[in-house]
């Protein structure tokens, strides 16, 4: 442990806790809470979606699976940029004309039932929690690894951290921890990017050709992980369509006050991720070239330390600590808004809408937030504790399965479909939900009759990403349920068209 770590990682944490500081003097209603008043612009929140984006999973495990897989881990960068293309022409506009701060309220303006409510609500902190445990298994790998401490108080750490944020600085707070954020990890993923370049005299195709003479052969190419065709295809189709249905992503739409600011929004975030991702792979052949597979794992046996390691090689041990201080800030950030997104779904679905039926007033319900808040980060920290030798890329695209099974139907639907109803949109999240959670169990991931899982047993299905069984399962469970249910509300649908359109709707 050397004291320029100490420094940077303390001057992050200073920073990011000014920034709560005064964040907190600005959040005292409901609204300033959960979306900071819907006063963001549109170059802000796009830096700030950019931010909840580009997490651990994007920065330090796309890294690790390029330097061990290749091509394989480059699937990641792809999937996770498209997806994009579906939240800008699906999802955006009219997510932010219907919501007002979760994905349950923009399903209850068309679905006025408590049980659609709670069950989009259990969805939201379902994905929370997968999601949450990909972040503090990277951020316990970084910490124990720079740091030379217990990954449990590594994990610990972090959890207190992201907590003082949402607790006392709400989505303010959030907000502009992630637009730093943001700033820092692209000037951190550039400067690497141009040593690696440097290395090679900018010239891609000797990188290419430099890199896969020196690893095993296959690695320029897909199906170096052993991954089937079809294996691959539903990890794509989890990737593109997940990100839509992901609850923190989805809570940013109502930080602006209009549709035009939620796509302009969008546009700068597919910008920033676009280039973001495009990097990765001078990250990852520049960690497989320069440090090697050996030493990667030796570090973390999921490869999440390619990237803070390349830096080290390329800039020594200032350049290292100065990306391990960007990587920390990004968990943190990312943490930090998915604590938010799931305290929400307790506190304002959960608490505030069925079991208060609506009758909270504004303190009560952002003291519901914040008791919500603790609740769901210490449960993040108990099951992050026991997945530590996971890859974090892995375990957000699981996260994204379940968000493109449970809730893209039931957007799309409640959006789109005329005939959808009540009973469509509880099966449809039902079916979705429980499909991928199930296809999970039986998956590589949680079987294994080698003991690398969690389990020591043959698994009953080969699929390590059930995307491709479990978001059809979603979209039948939706028509399935609306077709068996007789129940239509015509007229409910027409103000819904007209409101996710223009944004237009009767006063409250």
């Not at 951290?161 to 820092?184: E, R």
């Not at 009540?422 to 959670?437: E, K, Q």
Request: proline share 3%.
């Amino acid at each position: 442990m050397n004291i320029t770590v100490i420094s940077l990682f303390l001057a992050i944490v200073i920073l990011t806790l000014v920034i709560t500081y005064y964040a907190a003097k600005r959040t005292k209603t409901a609204s300033e809470f959960y979306t900071a008043g819907g006063g963001l612009t549109g170059w802000q929140n796009g830096l700030a979606i950019a931010g909840d984006y580009l997490s651990a999973a994007s920065f330090l495990g796309i890294a690790g699976a390029i330097a061990l897989f290749g091509f394989d881990g480059f699937f990641y960068s792809i999937g996770y940029l498209v997806a994009y293309l579906v939240v800008m022409f699906v999802v955006a506009e009219p997510l932010r004309n219907l919501g007002k701060y979760t994905l349950a309220d923009m399903i209850h303006s068309r679905f006025d039932a408590r049980k659609v409510r709670g069950v989009a609500a259990g969805s939201t902190i379902t994905i929370v929690i997968f999601y949450m445990i990909a972040q503090l298994v990277g951020a316990g790998a970084l910490i124990q690894l720079l740091f030379q401490i217990p990954y449990t108080y590594a994990v610990l750490l972090v959890g207190v951290m992201m907590t003082i944020y949402v607790l006392f600085g709400g989505m303010t707070a959030t907000s502009w921890v992630q637009i730093v954020k943001a700033t820092l990890l692209m000037v951190a993923t550039a400067a690497i990017s141009i040593m690696v370049l440097v290395r090679f005299n900018f010239n891609l195709l000797d990188m290419f050709a430099s890199v896969g003479a020196s690893q095993e052969e296959g690695f320029l190419h897909p199906g170096m992980q052993g991954r089937a065709p079809l294996d691959s295809i539903s990890l794509m189709l989890a990737l593109v369509l997940g990100t839509a249905g992901l609850p923190h992503i989805l809570m940013r739409f109502f930080t602006v006050k209009d549709a035009k600011t939620a796509r302009s929004s969008v546009v700068t975030a597919t910008w920033i991720v676009g280039i973001f991702y495009i990097l990765t792979i001078f990250l990852g052949f520049g960690a497989a070239a320069f440090v090697g597979s050996t030493d990667i794992m030796a570090a973390n046996p999921a490869g999440n330390m390619a990237a803070p390691l390349l830096a080290e090689r390329l800039g020594g041990d200032l350049f290292m600590s100065f990306v391990a201080a960007v990587a920390f800030a990004t968990i943190l950030a990312v943490v930090a808004g998915l604590v938010l997104s799931g305290a929400s779904a307790f506190a304002h679905d959960i608490y505030g809408q069925i079991i208060k039926k609506g009758k909270i007033t504004e303190k009560q319900q952002v003291v519901a937030a914040r008791i919500a808040s603790v609740t769901v980060a210490g449960l993040s920290i108990v099951l992050a504790l026991f997945a530590q030798n996971m890859n974090v890329a892995f375990l957000v695209a699981l996260a994204f399965c379940v968000a493109a099974s449970a809730n893209l139907p039931v957007i799309v639907y409640t959006i789109y479909w005329k005939r959808f109803n009540t009973a469509g949109a509880v099966t449809a999240m039902l079916s979705g939900l429980f499909s991928a959670l199930i296809l999970v169990a039986i998956s590589p991931n949680v079987l294994s009759p080698t003991g690398d899982a969690f389990i020591t047993a043959e698994p009953l299905i080969t699929l390590t990403n059930p995307a491709i069984i479990s978001v059809p399962i979603g979209f039948i469970g939706g028509i399935v349920g609306t077709l068996l249910s007789k129940k239509r509300d015509d007229a409910k649908y027409a103000e819904v068209k007209v409101r996710a359109n223009i944004g237009y709707r009767k006063a409250e």
